[in-house]
C-alpha cells in the first residue's frame, strides 16, 4: 500500500521559515515526479513546488525565490524548505507523487500538512 505522510506543519510568524517533510512508502520514489500542492481557504489548490524525476524543480509564481524543493531518494522523502513565509501561504501543503508506467497514471497524494503563518 502506498502512502505520503507529511510532517513539519506549524503556526510561525510572517517572516519565518518552516521545513515541511513527505515520507514515501510503499513505492520508489525515484522515477517519480514528486511535488508540493497547497489549498487555502476559499482558493484553488495550486502547484507550489515540483521536483521532477530527472532534476528538474518547477516553482509556483508566489513561492519563486521564497521557497526550496528537494528530494532525497535514498530516503524516500521530499522536503520543502520555506522562507520569508507571508500570511498568504497559510494553507493545507499536501504531497503528491506521480509517475507514467507505460499507459497507466500513477498518482498518490498524502493527507497533508497544516500551515499557518500569522501574528
Known amino acids: 500500500q502506498v502512502q505520503l505522510v507529511e510532517s513539519g506543519g506549524d503556526w510561525v510568524q510572517p517572516g519565518g521559515s518552516l521545513r515541511l517533510t513527505c515520507s514515501a512508502s510503499?513505492?520508489?520514489?525515484?522515477?517519480?515526479?514528486m511535488a508540493w500542492y497547497r489549498h487555502g481557504a476559499g482558493k484553488v489548490r495550486e502547484l507550489v513546488a515540483l521536483?521532477?524525476?530527472?532534476?528538474?524543480?518547477t516553482y509556483g509564481a508566489s513561492v519563486e525565490g521564497r521557497f526550496t524543493i528537494s528530494r532525497d531518494n535514498a530516503k524516500n522523502t521530499v522536503y520543502l524548505q520555506m522562507d520569508s513565509l507571508k500570511s498568504d501561504d497559510t494553507a493545507l501543503y499536501s504531497c503528491?507523487?506521480?509517475?507514467?508506467?507505460?499507459?497507466?497514471?500513477?498518482?498518490?497524494w498524502g493527507q497533508g500538512t497544516q500551515v499557518s503563518v500569522s501574528s
Open positions: 510503499g513505492i520508489n520514489i525515484d522515477p517519480y515526479d
Open positions: 503528491n507523487a506521480v509517475r507514467w508506467r507505460l499507459y497507466e497514471r500513477l498518482d498518490y
Open positions: 521536483s521532477s524525476s530527472g532534476g528538474a524543480t
